[in-house]
């Protein structure tokens, strides 16, 4: 109609060309046919023209002429025309402007001339007529208006009735119920009909009413009464009024439509002979009335349900009951038909879907297909209409079917030939049925294998021209399933077959769209209709029946039940089931054991379920403490384990699921997937493995899967078949591996934040295992060329990924595997060589093939200079081998097979089990047998491959441009401590590494330093682990420590192992080393004191981390010495120490901190029970003992000892003193935690009793204690006579003086050399000072001043040929000079100071600022010390047996704790003296040679002169130990040597100056 308003233009130049447009217009107008809408264009372009006159914009003559003109075109214009003026009489008429209604009637006036007045009289209002003069008054035409409809529609004829014969009506009924087989048509019949009317004067209204009758008697005569009826009609609304009367009369109660007249109403609709409008209102109820009652039901339902749910009372029942009946008692009057619903079903049958569709609008959803007979009747009309396409795409083979007769109509709809016919009617009329389509289910399963028809043909068709067509019928089957297949399956009752077809078509659908249908059916299906509000009901009740009585002994039963119960309603089962699960986490064994009657739907919908619980967005999935996981969802990831493994399960939703939680930064889910690998894979992740399962772990597959786990995980072939299958369909392996391994930082840094600190190490301990163990997985389960496919190479996965290097090499080590095996296997296969050197040849050829690149991408890895000292062939070859690769658990398959053997000889000797069964059980485990045989033999050849490829490599590993110690550093920093806390095995393995680089005798590699750097600094390293890495790192001390051990435990062994390897070199030269010389070899005596200190670094360590009352550090450090307990402790004094300490904490922690309280009790218990194993100090380490001896006790002992120096009563012996003030010293820091030196860069003991390797090149972190440090002591030299010589002299003028008192506080003071928890032992410690001060005072005076020039002579002879590492000299930059100036002057001088060869320096570092700088240079204690202190371990032990009483005891410690604040400030002051004093004296006790007394001229003249040589050349003084020993009665026939060797030593000492100096 828009495009018929007339242009302004045509107005504005009406008489130009306006005039000629319209004409032309309604010329096109009247010529076009177009259904009658031609009329209406006409009317709305002569509307458009007449409102112009009356609003005036033309001018009334011009347009009356062209309305003249335009009657000429059709012969009923006049009538149209008419119907102009009378819509706009009407609006004129209610206009205010008089003006418009003026010109409105001058218009019609103008008209007149061409328009008859009988048609204006017809249809314009009475005032109009009568202002145009067409009437003289209105009124009294109004008046004859109402007289004359009175006269022909009120007033009654009654001719008729006196004329009408009942012989008529008998005549017309016997003419309408002939036979009609014959050639009687519907055309004779009316012309008898019309005759008789004529002849009998019959009403036509009553005639067709009979018509009607006969039709509904005779209602099979469809096509014979139509056409009758056609014929004889002139008016559809009469016929309405006969139907609708014929309702009417069946509207009563207890009344029943004939289905008949239903049938003769939709008859008449189909064929178009009345309106649907128009019988529609003479049917009762009324639409309103029937929603009324769709609420009723609605309400009633969820009133059901509700009762249900609720428990309720025994007075609430009986009310019930009553209600109850009088609900009955009502019904029992029953309501007249729903003749709407009758009209309906009637319809339907005759397929006349068109109006049946109609109908159905009116009513709520689903209200009308809730009655059975309507569902069912549009089941039929739907079975007719896909009959065609179902026999051709969706019948099964073999499958015959139901044929279908069509429907005769031709007017119902059209049957379908293709997938796209069906969204013609078919899909709507499914829409219609919804739920209901549960009364049909062969239908059901036609509609099912349908839709498996087309997803098939989707999957198959990829052209582009049909992919819209195809994506919106894929749509449609989308809609049907959530809104009529699901719905109906919860309404069938208990029926596996349609449950298991409806699998066939979703396992069609990607699981996204099926989660999603699942989705719906869950939680909007169910509130939609009121039948299923009462199964949602019922379905609860009933599992919670099944739930309450399942338990493990009636799993099969309560199985049964809860497979039928899920057939129909499976989301709401699992619903309640999970709900359960995750309240009672012991229901999960019976609940997997009971759903083996599942369908495939059920799985499938189960595992939705899950992933829904599991991302429950009202869960807290943390405990309410903060610190640990939700028990709701441990639970839940177990069932997902257990669930997975047992059954076949889709996996993509719940990987996809985890993984999205990754992204999203939740580590929370990965316990999940932790389970599911565990289970279906059988691979166990475990820090609580035994040393028999990790021995099994690092042989082969078979030998891990045997013995390497705690449960005998069987059958995992096909569940870790499929969970590879799922990951690789699903492009899902590597984004969860590097997901992973980039939210272990998240969960620190990212997550973390907020979090519980426990919570955190926790989750980083979860998200790591769970990254090891799916690892392992791939490794173990993928194909080389998937492997490879997916892994990118190290340098990729690093700087591009941002993946950690530890979990980058854990990727790609089983990639460098495959690919090094390959290799190998083509090189075999290229050239046929047998001898087994040929074989490792190829095979060190094929390393080097794989490996190159690798070396090549491990550069962009790290800075620069890191590759200065180690080669990326050394660091790639350590982080690429696996403990598979270094050595064969031959104890472990050895394990397994006897196993195996013994279970064979089981098998044969029980008589209750078959014959046939003993015959497979005995092949099983013989082929097992073999098999493990055969894979150790696999593997030993491996290993000799491998250990040859090593051997040949070595000689380039470490290039130590800097310093041994500086590459040590980078060893332990890049590789051995990132890995060994990486798995257990990786612990055990870099142990295992660190021994076979030592034992290939690789160049450049010093062992005792890596050992000594191990042990020397563990808090830092413990501190900062989380609890499993804490196991880790315990086990891998305990393996280094093993080592350690096997060489401390016998001379033979450490003969064999360590002499004359590079590990135990304590020198080396710039150009190279020569392991030849005995002066550079460790000997074994020495090597115990290292040992010995190495214990007593670990004691203090772990006494600091007890005492600091920090969660982390207390948990931490009881796990590694649970760990480590096999290896230590072994000297009696440090067990007790520790156990003191433990105690301590068992007392602190018991109501405080339940599980470090449980940690201690545990592992106190574990530490008595080896105390049986413990030795006293002096059988750990042997102490010679010469003829006098002037170490301090404090020094002697390790952190468990309390006992005093001995001092001599030799008032002339300086050397007494000066290590009683060292005594105090050191005991003054060891309280003190321990220095960050300690574990930055720590201390290192030499060889053969050399002082420790001393580092040139330290770490940046010490650079800043150094400075602190210097800037200390030269505020405290600053005084007066502050030179190394003055200080000197001054110290020993003082101690001269002070000697006996000194004695005395010396002994006191030597207990703070022990860790606080065991001050209580200060008793035994006391006596054995007291003991020293016997032997003194009997003739034994001690001379160390004297042994330390004896000492000072051998180094002086080395100086020409080598320069020697000395740990306990300082360097010699001046005081002044900055750190880093140091540091650059010790690149330079390589190692410059000389050192003594059979000598060993245990120097352990205290807090002291004093002493910051010589604990950056390394030093250490004399082998003296630790001698002194086994010494002093042997008198406690005597004394022990006297027994003091405590509270003698007390009161000395209370004495001597108020003397060590008198006397601290002037021993700090000391101490610096007694550095500079000794500046050039051997850091360690002498070899046996040089043990025996100088003269004490000699001595003086010696001192002087070093003394002064130190003054000159501005030299910073040395701090070391003196080591004075005391001798023991077994000593006395060596005193001869000792003084012969004693002579030569004092000419080597001289020499050692010159050299020094030089270097200074």
């Known amino acids: 109609m828009a495009k018929l308003i007339l242009p302004g233009e045509w107005i504005k130049n009406w008489e130009k060309s306006g005039k000629h447009e319209f004409v032309q217009l309604c010329k096109n107008l009247t010529e076009k046919t177009d259904h009658g809408n031609e009329l209406r264009d006409i009317q709305a372009a002569l509307y458009e023209l007449c409102w112009q006159v009356v609003l005036g914009s033309l001018k009334l003559d011009l347009v009356a002429s062209v309305l003249g003109d335009m009657m000429e075109l059709r012969d009923d214009m006049p009538s149209i025309l008419a119907d102009v003026f009378s819509i706009l009489d009407l609006e004129t008429g209610a206009l205010e402007e008089k003006n ?80 009609l087989s014959g050639n009687i048509t519907s055309h004779l019949v009316l012309e008898s009909i019309k005759s008789l009317i004529g002849c009998f004067n019959l009403d036509p209204n009553r005639v067709l009413d009979i018509i009607l009758e006969v039709y509904e008697s005779r209602s099979d005569q469809d096509e014979f009464f139509l056409s009758l009826i056609k014929s004889y009609m002139c008016e559809p609304l009469t016929l309405c009024h006969i139907l609708g009367f014929k309702f009417k009369f069946y509207q009563e109660p207890n009344e029943e439509t004939p289905k008949s007249l239903y049938h003769i109403a939709a008859a008449l609709l189909h064929h178009n002979l009345i309106e649907l409008e128009d019988l529609y209102v003479h049917l009762m109820p009324l639409d309103a009335a029937i929603v009324e009652e769709h609420k009723r039901d609605i309400s009633e339902a969820k009133q059901i349900a509700r009762k249900l749910v609720m428990v309720v009372l025994p007075s609430e029942k009986s009310e019930d009951k009553e209600k109850d009946k009088e609900k009955e008692e009502e019904k029992n009057e029953k309501p007249p038909d729903n003749q709407k619903l009758g009209l309906l079903e009637a319809l339907l049958r005759i397929g006349d879907w068109h109006h049946a569709q109609s109908i159905m609008d009116q009513m709520p959803s689903f209200y009308a297909t809730s009655h059975k007979a309507i569902a069912l009747a549009l089941c039929q009309l739907v079975h007719l209409t896909v009959e065609p ?73 990829g052209r582009a021209d049909v992919k819209d067509k195809m994506d919106t019928l894929l749509s449609c089957f989308l809609s049907v399933a959530d809104q009529v297949l699901l719905p109906s399956l919860s309404l069938m009752e208990c029926n596996a077959c349609m449950s298991e077809e409806v699998w066939g078509l979703f396992k069609l659908f990607p699981y996204q769209h099926r989660y999603r249908l699942y989705g719906q059916w869950k939680n909007e299906t169910y509130s939609s209709h009121p039948l299923l509000v009462k199964v949602k009901a019922q379905t609860v009740e009933r599992a919670k029946y099944i739930m309450k009585r399942l338990t493990k002994e009636n799993v099969k039963q309560s199985g049964r039940q809860i497979g039928k119960l899920s057939h129909s309603n499976p989301t ?107 289970k279906m894979a059988g691979i166990e992740i475990t820090d609580e493995m035994t040393s028999e399962q990790l021995e099994a772990m690092t042989g082969g597959e078979q030998l891990k899967a045997e013995g390497g786990y705690f449960g005998q995980i069987r059958n995992t072939k096909k569940s870790s078949q499929r969970l590879k299958d799922v990951l690789l ?64 190479s190290i340098d990729i996965l690093c700087n591009q990924f941002h993946t950690p290097h530890d979990a980058a090499f854990f990727l790609s080590r089983p990639m460098y595997a495959h690919q090094i095996l390959s290799k190998y296997d083509e090189l075999k296969k290229a050239e046929k060589g047998n001898r087994q050197q040929q074989k490792v040849h190829k095979y060190v050829a094929a390393c080097e093939q794989v490996m190159t690149p690798v070396h090549e991408a491990v550069v962009s890895l790290h800075p620069a200079r890191v590759w200065d000292d180690l080669r990326p062939q050394f660091y790639a070859t350590f982080w690429s081998l696996t403990m598979y690769d270094l050595a064969v ?42 098999k493990l045989q055969e894979e150790e033999k696999k593997q030993l050849e491996h290993v000799q491959r491998v250990l040859h490829r090593l051997k040949l490599e070595k000689d380039n590993w470490l290039l130590a441009k800097s310093t041994k110690n500086e590459t040590i550093t980078k060893f332990l920093q890049l590789c051995l401590f990132p890995r060994c806390i990486f798995s257990s095995i990786d612990a055990v393995y870099c142990a295992r590494f660190v021994e076979l680089v030592h034992q290939q005798k690789t160049p450049n590699f010093c062992t005792l330093l890596c050992y000594d750097r191990v042990f020397s600094a563990i808090i830092y390293t413990v501190a900062s682990c989380t609890e499993n890495e804490s196991h880790r790192y315990g086990r891998f001390l305990c393996c280094m420590l093993e080592t350690v051990t096997r060489w401390h435990s016998d001379r033979a062994i450490y003969e ?100 470090l309280y449980a940690l201690a009790m545990g592992y106190s218990g574990r530490l008595k029970s080896q105390k049986v194993h413990m030795v006293p100090e002096n059988e750990f380490h042997h102490k010679e003992q010469p003829a006098r001896s002037a170490t301090p006790a404090s020094q002697q002992n390790g952190p468990g000892s309390t006992g005093k120096p001995a001092t001599s009563t030799n008032k002339t012996d300086e050397g007494t003193s000066e290590d009683g003030d060292r005594g105090k010293d050191k005991s003054q820091g060891t309280t003190k935690p321990v220095n960050k030196a300690n574990s930055a860069a720590a201390k290192v003991t030499t060889s053969n009793g050399n002082g420790a390797l001393n580092s040139t090149k330290a770490a940046k972190e010490r650079d800043d204690k150094e400075k602190s440090g210097k800037e200390k002591k030269e505020k405290k030299e600053k005084t007066p006579g502050s030179t190394p010589e003055t200080k000197a002299e001054n110290r020993r003028e003082k101690q001269r003086d002070e000697r006996a008192g000194k004695e005395e506080r010396a002994a006191r003071e030597g207990k703070e050399k022990t860790p606080k928890a065991d001050r209580e032992k200060v008793k035994a410690e006391e006596k054995s000072s007291k003991d020293d001060k016997a032997k003194a005072g009997n003739g034994e005076p001690v001379e160390p001043s004297r042994e330390r020039d004896a000492i000072k002579e051998p180094k002086s002879k080395e100086k020409g040929d080598r320069s020697v590492v000395a740990g306990s000299l300082k360097s010699p930059v001046p005081r002044s000079e900055s750190a880093e100036s140091e540091r650059d002057h010790k690149r330079r001088k390589l190692d410059s100071h000389s050192s003594p060869s059979h000598s060993s320096s245990v120097k352990d570092n205290s807090n002291e600022p004093k002493e910051s700088t010589s604990k950056h240079h390394l030093n250490y204690n004399s082998v003296a010390r630790s001698k002194s202190r086994e010494r002093e371990m042997e008198k406690k032990d005597s004394d022990n047996t006297q027994g003091r009483s405590k509270e003698k005891k007390e009161e000395k410690e209370r004495k001597d704790r108020k003397r060590d604040h008198a006397v601290n400030d002037r021993e700090a002051s000391q101490e610096s003296k007694r550095k500079k004093d000794e500046n050039g004296t051997n850091s360690s006790k002498n070899s046996p040679s040089s043990d025996s007394p100088l003269s004490a001229e000699k001595e003086k003249s010696k001192r002087s002169k070093s003394s002064s040589k130190e003054k000159a050349e501005s030299v910073k003084p040395e701090r070391t130990s003196s080591g004075g020993k005391k001798e023991s009665r077994h000593d006395k026939e060596k005193s001869e040597k000792k003084e012969k060797r004693d002579s030569s030593g004092g000419k080597e000492e001289k020499k050692h100056h010159k050299s020094s100096d030089k270097h200074r």
């Open 100 to 179: 418009k209604r003026d010109h409105y009637t001058q218009l019609v006036g103008a008209c007149l001339f061409f328009v008859p007045e009988a048609i204006l009289k017809e249809r314009l209002d009475p005032e109009t007529l009568e202002s145009l003069g067409l009437i003289k008054q209105a009124h009294q035409f109004n008046q004859k208006i109402v007289k004359i409809k009175t006269k022909l529609f009120y007033k009654q004829q009654k001719f008729n009735l006196l004329r009408e014969e009942n012989e008529g009506y008998a005549k017309l009924i016997t003419e309408l119920g002939q036979d």
């Open 389 to 461: 396409l179902y026999r051709r795409a969706g019948l099964p083979k073999g499958a015959r079917g139901c044929v279908m007769h069509p429907l005769r109509n031709k007017r119902a709809p059209r049957p379908t030939e293709s997938f796209e016919d069906l969204r013609r009617d078919t899909f709507s009329m499914l829409g219609y049925l919804g739920p209901h389509l549960s009364h049909d289910p062969i239908l059901f399963a036609k509609v099912v294998r349908l839709g498996k028809a087309f997803m098939k043909e989707h999957q198959s068709d």
């Open 572 to 678: 709401i089962l699992f619903d309640y089931m999970l709900s359960q699960i995750q309240w009672y986490d012991n229901l999960i064994v019976p609940v997997v054991d009971s759903l083996k009657y599942l369908t495939s739907l059920n799985y499938d919908v189960l595992a939705y379920c899950i992933i829904e619980a599991l991302a429950n967005p009202e869960k807290e999935k943390m405990k309410h403490d903060d610190t640990t996981i939700s028990s709701w969802l441990q639970s839940l990831a177990s069932l997902c384990g257990a669930v997975f493994r047992k059954y076949p399960i889709e996996l993509a939703g719940l990987l996809q699921y985890v993984t999205n939680q990754l992204k999203a930064g939740k580590s929370f889910d990965l316990l999940i997937l932790k389970e599911v690998v565990q």
């Open 729 to 792: 369909d699903h492009e899902l392996a590597l984004p969860l591996c590097l997901l992973m391994a980039q939210q272990r930082n998240g969960v620190v840094f990212l997550e973390g934040g907020e979090k519980h600190l426990k919570l955190v190490g926790h989750l980083y301990d979860q998200c790591h295992d769970t990254l090891v163990q799916f690892g392992g997985f791939l490794a173990s389960n993928l194909s080389t060329e998937d492997y490879i496919k997916r892994v990118p």
């Open 889 to 930: 658990p031959h104890a472990a398959y050895e394990r397994e097979v006897n196993k195996l053997k013994a279970q064979i000889k089981a098998i044969e000797e029980n008589p209750e089990i078959p014959l046939n069964k003993k015959k497979k059980e005995k092949e099983r485990c013989t082929a097992l047998q073999e």
């Open 1056 to 1155: 064999k192992e360590c002499v004359n390897y590079p590990g135990f070199l304590t020198i080396f030269r710039a150009t190279g080393f020569d392991g030849g010389n005995k002066a550079d070899q460790l000997d074994y005596e020495n090597f115990r004191h290292v040992v010995h200190k190495w214990h007593y670094m670990l004691t203090k360590a772990s006494v600091h981390c007890l005492e600091t009352g920090d969660y982390t550090h207390i948990r931490n450090i009881l796990i590694v010495l649970t760990k480590i307990l096999p290896c230590y402790p072994k000297v009696l004094n440090l067990g007790q120490a520790l156990e003191c300490r433990v105690h301590k904490i068992c007392l602190e922690e018991k109501d405080k901190r339940p599980d």
